[in-house]
């Protein structure tokens, strides 16, 4: 579902783009071309309005009052290109008066003045500067800049975009939590389903073997043997009722349940594999502990099906750290394809040929959902060092 998912949503994000962008493009530049006219026709009009400001030497007064509502940038300069007044550009209009703009000489190391300087480089740039004319001779320039509402316009385009990029890993994140919780649901439902479902032939298996136990002419040694069984069978079905239904919070000892799990683990199927443990003492959580016990086999399982042909070694270690409690399932063995580890805890996976593989993703809801702890793969590296790790 995924794989079809990405190129589907890649496809719908680049028609969207384009037929925004085809869309208002054409309107943005028509905007941009109306507003860079409107502010030139302002210029050449506060033109007139200011030629014997400049000559009297009080074109603040004149911006101040005429330009007090202009929202661009603009520099009023004499014919020798000494600004006299200014609005706009981060300097405060007031902040030089008229004699000490007559010598500039004086102000060259004033950093307001030196911004002034910069800023009328950069306008004269963008736009050609309105010359102020009166009897045909030049006095004075005005050099003016662009409104906000331009780069506004200009970062539109990208801004449309960045809203479809947003839009598209939102609605892709939606249907990969969609998808995750639709497999988590399938299978939790599954659980209950199966846990109802074999309870009652489970219950009748439990009276004949209570009836041959009361036999003398059958062999109690098979008797036994298929007590062990039934019981594993009940542990089983406990274990997936618990899983769909939320389980049962006490007190548990990590220790005492981790040395419990590995003993029955060792008598079931732990054969041929060196195992070693690191448990610290009187470390208790919070928790189910027959759901926990769950969640370690599976992780010992996993590394014992994935166990090198010489010398396989699988070590658990349970520490304590702060607040949290660590327990650690460290193997030697084939490891995890790099290639596979996203997969871990979110699908169905499996190194086995053959099996569920569900495995993890029932062991990540006991610690996450269950537990409100955290499981992940620290490392894995083949045939030297896999480590899986419960925070609780």
């Keep these: 579902m995924r794989n079809k998912l990405l190129p589907a949503g890649l496809l719908i994000l680049a028609l969207f783009t384009a037929s925004t962008l085809i869309l208002t493009q054409p309107v943005i530049n028509q905007v941009k071309k109306e507003v860079q006219k409107s502010t030139r026709i302002m210029a050449e009009l506060f033109s007139g ?11 603040a007064d004149v911006l101040k009052e005429g330009l007090k509502d202009i929202d661009f940038p603009v520099i009023v300069t004499d014919n020798m ?17 008229a004699k ?39 006095v004075g320039y005005i050099y003016y800049g662009d409104p906000p509402i331009l780069n506004y316009l200009r970062v539109l385009p990208l801004l449309l975009l960045l809203v479809a990029i947003l839009s598209f890993l939102g609605l892709f994140w939606a249907a990969k939590s969609i998808q995750t919780y639709q497999l988590e649901t399938l299978w939790v439902n599954f659980a ?12 009748s298996l439990y009276g004949w073997y209570e009836y041959l136990k009361l036999d003398p002419n059958v062999d109690q040694s098979v008797v036994e043997e298929m007590g062990k ?41 732990l054969k041929g594999v060196k195992v070693t443990t690191d448990l610290e003492d009187d470390i208790i959580v919070f928790g189910d502990k027959e759901l926990l016990s769950w969640a370690i086999e599976n992780l010992v399982k996993n590394a014992y099906e994935a166990r090198r042909d010489d010398n396989p070694h699988i070590h658990i270690e349970l520490k304590k750290r702060g607040d949290k409690k660590i327990i ?4 030697n063995g084939k490891g995890i394809p790099k290639d596979k580890r996203k997969l871990l805890f979110k699908k169905s996976f499996s190194t086995k040929e053959k099996g569920w593989g569900m495995g993890l993703v ?6 996450e959902e269950t537990h409100g702890g955290k499981i992940y793969l620290q490392k894995s590296e083949p045939l030297s060092e896999t480590i899986f790790v419960i925070e609780l």
């Design 192 to 203: 209950k389903g199966l846990a109802h479902q074999m309870g009652t032939p489970v219950s």
């Design 49 to 59: 309005l200011i030629i014997s400001a400049i000559e009297q030497q009080s074109v």
């Design 362 to 367: 029932l062991t990540r809801r006991i610690i």
């Design 328 to 331: 650690r399932v460290i193997d």
């Design 100 to 138: 000490d703009l007559e010598k500039p000489e004086k102000l060259k190391n004033d950093p307001d003045y030196k911004k002034l300087l910069w800023t009328l480089g950069r306008l004269s740039k963008l736009h050609e500067p309105v010359k102020i004319v009166k009897d045909g001779n030049v």
């Design 229 to 269: 069984d039934l019981e594993r069978m009940k542990s089983i079905l406990r274990r997936f009722s618990k899983i769909g239904n939320g389980g049962k919070l006490q007190e548990v000892n990590l220790k005492s349940m981790i040395e419990e799990t590995i003993e029955e683990l060792k008598k079931r199927f």
């Design 81 to 97: 290109g000494i600004p006299r007044a200014w609005k706009n550009i981060g300097v405060d209009p007031n902040k030089f008066s």
